[in-house]
């Protein structure tokens, strides 16, 4: 993963791979056909690791969502949506993974295919399930549930694809982050006083 993403796969050799695992390049045919096969493993193995993250980080969907959501406090999604931004920029494994697909969606269209399932289609379809139940039970405003699920999720995406960017931008980022939640939920929850 490391040598995929710092230099693409075209810029990876086999030789370069097994120097890293620290075996014989004819030994790693033993274990994978080509290198495809290896990068292929790579990103069945990382998406695996993602899906578990984003179950970890993620409201669950239930029939009681809006009310988690209602009883959850500002502060309380604040933190859970900033320790998940954490989690995402400093994972070894999920900012390495992020630059592979980042790098390599334009290349190789399944490689495009998984960068749009994971970081734009699941966490919108996964946002819109969750803010339709809420517009649904009138905690939030009556408005298109995907739209609200655009307004969420984008600047989050575009300030972790900043700080990929600008590392030095972490702490700033948050910050906005922060800004970010309580803002959103200002406009969108209903005043349940």
Same mark, same amino acid.
């Given at each position: 993963? !490391?040598?995929?993403?710092?230099?693409?796969?075209?810029?990876?050799?086999?030789? $370069?791979?097994? !120097?890293?695992?620290?075996?014989?390049?004819?030994? =790693?045919?033993?274990?994978?056909?080509?290198?495809?096969?290896?990068?292929?493993?790579? =990103?069945?193995?990382?998406?695996?690791?993602?899906?578990?993250?984003?179950?970890?980080?993620?409201?669950?969907?239930?029939?009681?969502?809006?009310?988690?959501?209602?009883? !959850?406090?500002?502060?309380?999604? !604040?933190? #859970?949506?900033?320790?998940?931004?954490?989690?995402?920029? +400093?994972?070894?494994?999920?900012?390495?993974?992020?630059?592979?697909?980042?790098?390599?969606?334009?290349?190789?269209?399944?490689?495009?295919?998984?960068?749009?399932?994971?970081?734009? $289609?699941?966490?919108?379809?996964?946002?819109? @399930?969750?803010?339709?139940?809420?517009?649904?039970?009138? +905690?939030?405003?009556?408005?298109?549930?995907?739209?609200?699920? #655009?307004?969420?999720?984008?600047?989050?995406?575009?300030?972790?694809?900043?700080?990929?960017?600008?590392?030095?931008?972490?702490?700033?980022?948050?910050?906005?982050?922060?800004?970010?939640?309580?803002?959103?939920?200002?406009?969108?929850?209903?005043? @349940?006083?």
């Amino acid at each position: 993963m !490391t040598l995929f993403s710092e230099h693409g796969f075209d810029g990876v050799s086999v030789k $370069e791979i097994a !120097t890293a695992v620290g075996i014989k390049d004819s030994s =790693l045919y033993n274990h994978y056909k080509s290198k495809q096969e290896i990068f292929d493993t790579i =990103l069945i193995e990382a998406t695996k690791i993602l899906k578990e993250a984003n179950n970890t980080y993620a409201l669950p969907i239930t029939l009681d969502a809006s009310n988690i959501y209602r009883e !959850t406090t500002v502060q309380e999604l !604040t933190k #859970m949506y900033v320790d998940a931004f954490k989690y995402y920029l +400093t994972d070894d494994t999920a900012r390495k993974f992020r630059k592979v697909l980042v790098s390599e969606q334009h290349i190789n269209p399944y490689v495009g295919n998984l960068y749009n399932e994971l970081f734009f $289609e699941r966490p919108l379809e996964y946002l819109t @399930t969750l803010f339709t139940d809420l517009v649904q039970q009138e +905690t939030f405003i009556k408005m298109d549930p995907y739209i609200i699920a #655009m307004h969420f999720y984008a600047p989050i995406n575009f300030l972790i694809r900043r700080c990929d960017i600008r590392p030095d931008l972490v702490k700033e980022n948050i910050a906005l982050l922060e800004k970010h939640i309580k803002q959103f939920d200002q406009i969108y929850r209903l005043d @349940t006083d």
